[in-house]
């Protein structure tokens, strides 16, 4: 009976992950026809690549400053879209556009947003007289600044994700309860910091879960906005071994630098789950 | 402890449609036990969350201890409510439950503890402060968010149908702790219920409403036996009162109140009714009758006969029985107000 599913699981799920096992501690590249088993040689070239080292270091950054803005913002579009008012279905459409547009449609369109030359930003920002025309920002050709909106772009995606989640958790706390807080005392601040959110924390656990391993291999945005750049200075994992292993041929190194993702992911996985496991229970 | 007052009070929910409370004028009386009663959509429990704050009056005003709060948030009211759910807070222990208000409050740190122990002692409940919510049965949670209101000292007590999450033998024990605990504390208190056993048994006076309106107020005894109108008469009281139609006037008398007519003395009203069912009870018999003569004839009646009196009365047989005058009541069968009483011809 089950037969079916298991092997269509092997089949899409199995047998790419050992694939990716097999390549990291062998040898191939792109139009090579032999294997010869290398063990960690792989790993350790990668390890001593600065240009990997960046990439872990870029991915960690991404992914947590990314979720931090999501997990805030969601938390305040949640509230705000708790109650009904005027107009919320279309402003939770709008809220939703970025998770259901195609992901490379939005990145090209904030592409050309923060380009050097055609940016609407710096437009604004010259009319503005904040800055001097031809001074304008480099948004994606100066290491910091490119960083920074990588991260505001992925984390404008993420965000429609996080918020539907954080509102179905929002929506399931009985009126109830804040109401009694707001009876026993308690203003805006305090019923949001000692009631709402940690009766939300198994949700928000989830909802992290979910972003961080949405974010930690992703590539899209990095590949469509900067490709890297400048100087490598904008890698993360994902499009490091995309970049090294399809692009570059060397699949084995690509193969190598993706499984350094599972480690860390089992890892986060676990600690989520236990976070969410543990706030159900009390 | 302060006095509650609404003037005008109204509550409409939906434009052009019936308020959900219309116009309602109240007035406690200092340390009172106030009851709202009515069935579901009266409007009760809407009433006492604008009197709370957490519902926000179409017009009218609401008044504790003399001062208008009708725009003031619940915060600001010096109230403390207790939920039909009890909506204690999960996450947190019986001890930083009730310890919550005092530090929303701003009470000083070191006054805390001892106002919580005291709130639990007075709840029996100073066993339970380490514990979740979750691990609580019924009444625990119930005593927890009791002593979560009074641990502040509130001047007004609102309490929304807090008995009705309990089974039928702790609900009695729960309202005697209940109003021991009222006289206890003597704050003013309003508790909302469609129980009219919970209602006659712990208030000092019952607001009945129906459709948003105050159909009477009045002590448990004034509601119970002289009714304002036949909504009041048919809603207490079960079985209801019995209402027969006499023209252009009804007139009602308790199911207690009918008799086998041996039994009635003084000036009494006789029928003579065919039984047609008889419920044993234990501590009384039910009687389902129909008026077999007179211009009456037809109309059904339900009598309640206490077991301390021997009659044997079967299904079907016709008996003689009686009403004591003193105890009709008469409606206008137009809009049913109470009229005064009258001599029918029941013949």
């Known amino acids: 009976m089950f037969v079916p599913a298991v092997l269509y699981i092997a089949g899409l799920i199995g047998v790419p992950l050992i694939l990716a096992f097999l390549y990291s501690v062998g040898d191939v590249t792109v139009g090579s026809v032999g294997y010869h088993f290398v063990g960690l040689a792989n790993f350790r070239s990668v390890l001593q690549n600065p240009a990997f080292r960046g990439a872990l270091l870029h991915s960690f950054i991404f992914t947590i400053s990314a979720q931090l803005i999501v997990i805030v913002g969601a938390n305040v579009l949640a509230m705000a879209l708790r109650h009904p008012f005027r107009g919320r279905g279309l402003v939770r459409f709008f809220c939703l556009l970025p998770w259901v547009a195609p992901i490379s449609l939005g990145a090209i369109g904030w592409k050309w947003i923060l380009d050097s030359i055609y940016s609407v930003i710096n437009w604004g920002l010259v009319r503005l007289h904040l800055v001097k025309p031809f001074d304008a920002p480099m948004w994606l050709g100066e290491p910091t600044l490119a960083m920074i909106s990588v991260i505001l772009v992925h984390a404008w995606r993420m965000l429609p994700f996080s918020t539907v989640i954080l509102l179905a958790g929002l929506t399931a706390i009985p009126r109830d309860i804040p109401e009694a807080a707001a009876v026993d005392g308690a203003g805006f601040w305090r019923t949001h910091f000692e009631i709402t959110l940690p009766m939300m924390r198994p949700v928000i656990a989830v909802a992290l879960l979910f972003g961080i391993i949405f974010t930690f291999t992703d590539m899209t945005v990095v590949y469509i906005l900067t490709r890297g750049g400048p100087y490598d200075t904008t890698h993360v994992l994902p499009s490091y071994a995309f970049f090294a292993g399809i692009l570059g041929g060397s699949l084995a190194e690509g193969a190598a630098v993706s499984v350094f993702l599972v480690p860390i992911l089992v890892l986060v996985a676990w600690a989520m789950l236990r976070v969410a496991h543990r706030s159900e229970v009390v | ?347």
Do not use: C
């Open chain 2, 1 to 347: 402890m302060a006095i509650v007052e609404t003037r005008d009070l109204t509550k409409v929910f939906k434009q052009g449609q019936l308020g959900a409370v219309n116009e309602v004028n109240l007035l406690t009386r200092e340390g009172e036990f106030m009851v709202f009663l009515g069935p579901s959509g009266s409007g009760k429990t809407t009433l006492l969350r604008m009197i709370a704050g957490l519902e926000e009056p179409t017009s009218g005003d609401v008044l504790i201890g003399g001062r208008v709060v009708t725009r003031l948030p619940p915060r600001e009211r010096r109230i403390a409510m207790v939920f039909q759910s009890y909506a204690l807070y999960p996450h947190l222990s019986v001890y930083k439950n009730i310890v919550f208000p005092l530090r929303a409050q701003k009470v000083p740190k070191e006054q805390r503890r001892p106002k919580v122990e005291w709130a639990a002692g007075l709840l029996g409940i100073g066993e339970l402060l380490e514990r979740k919510p979750r691990e609580l049965s019924g009444g625990e949670r119930q005593r927890v968010a009791l002593a979560r209101a009074i641990v502040r000292e509130p001047s007004v007590f609102l309490l929304d149908e807090p008995l009705s999450n309990l089974d039928a033998k702790l609900r009695a024990s729960a309202r005697d702790e209940l109003t021991q605990f009222h006289r206890r504390i003597g704050t003013t208190t309003i508790y909302v219920t469609h129980d009219q056993v919970e209602a006659m048994a712990m208030g000092d006076r019952i607001v009945v409403l129906d459709k948003g309106l105050v159909r009477q107020v009045g002590s448990p005894r004034e509601v119970y036996d002289d009714p304002a109108d036949t909504f009041v008469a048919t809603f207490l009281g079960s079985p209801p009162m019995n209402l027969v139609d006499h023209g252009d006037v009804l007139a009602g008398f308790r199911p207690e109140h009918l008799l086998p007519a041996a039994l009635v003395q003084g000036p009494a009203v006789a029928i003579t009714a065919r039984v047609t069912n008889v419920e044993y009870l234990g501590n009384e018999r039910v009687l389902y009758a129909q008026i077999q003569d007179g211009r009456f004839a037809g109309q059904r009646l339900i009598g309640r006969l206490p077991s301390v009196y021997h009659v044997e009365i079967a299904d079907g047989e016709v008996v003689p029985l009686a009403i004591p005058e003193r105890n009709l009541r008469y409606f206008a069968k137009s809009d049913g107000r109470r009229v005064p009483p009258r001599s029918l011809a029941w013949q």
